[in-house]
T-cell receptor, first 109, second 116 residues
Framework: GQNIDQPTEMTATEGAIVQINCTYQ??????LFWYQQHAGEAPTFLSY??LDGLEEKGRFSSFLSRSKGYSYLLLKELQMKDSASYLC??????????WGAGTKLIIKP | ETGVTQTPRHLVMGMTNKKSLKCEQH?????MYWYKQSAKKPLELMFV???????ENNSVPSRFSPECPNSSHLFLHLHTLQPEDSALYLC???????????????FGQGTRLTVV
């Protein structure tokens, strides 16, 4: 079966750095997405990786290793507004999006 | 404002009621989706419409009935639901079905459904 694993919850301190990991086992691979979802709001697109390596967008970076079936989202200079759930999703060989259950990130002052 | 609007935001219904969820997208996309989001579970894809035709139905019970009258509107008709159907129902749209490149989905804020 197809599976996406990510930690259920993480806690970090304002101003610090946090890394949220995502591992996947899918039938084929056509890209990996990270979304942010604040409580009671719509998920919003953060990043897309299809080739190995690091993609940087301001305070957020996303890394992909296709051979390891592994990605991480790196958040720097954490702010209180970064408290949210972070969803990892993989587009499989049939171009279907397979979703993880999300990681709830709690930021403490 | 994400360009995808869902109504209502909250809905409480009895098991014998009939109600409909509405989704409207203003992005010119040609694919629309219904997802179910339950606490601590992955998003579950329910239905996919591409160019107003249903292209996927992931074994969803018949008590959920989708309708896509045009490329900008999507409905989910509900009848005789069960308490376990209580969840956040999210609508999304994308430029296509994600057959190429960085085609991300844009989500609405969802309808929080409670079945009593």
């Amino acid at each position: 079966g197809q599976n996406i694993d990510q930690p259920t919850e993480m806690t970090a301190t304002e101003g610090a750095i946090v890394q949220i990991n995502c591992t996947y086992q899918t039938s084929g691979f056509n890209g990996l997405f990270w979304y942010q979802q604040h409580a009671g709001e719509a998920p919003t697109f953060l990043s897309y990786n299809v080739l190995d390596g690091l993609e940087e967008k301001g305070r957020f970076s996303s890394f992909l290793s296709r051979s390891k079936g592994y990605s991480y989202l790196l958040l720097k200079e954490l702010q209180m507004k970064d408290s949210a759930s972070y969803l990892c999703a993989v587009r499989d060989g049939n171009y279907q999006l397979i979703w993880g259950a999300g990681t709830k990130l709690i930021i403490k002052p | 404002e994400t360009g995808v609007t869902q109504t209502p935001r909250h809905l409480v219904m009895g098991m014998t009621n009939k109600k409909s969820l509405k989704c409207e997208q203003h992005l010119g996309h040609n694919a629309m989706y219904w997802y179910k989001q339950s606490a601590k579970k992955p998003l579950e894809l329910m239905f996919v419409y591409s160019l107003e035709e249903r292209v996927e139905n992931n074994s969803v019970p018949s008590r959920f009935s989708p309708e896509c009258p045009n490329s900008s509107h999507l409905f989910l008709h509900l009848h005789t639901l069960q308490p376990e159907d209580s969840a956040l129902y999210l609508c999304a749209s994308s430029q296509d079905q994600g057959l190429s490149g960085e085609t991300e989905a844009f989500f609405g804020q969802g309808t929080r459904l409670t079945v009593v």
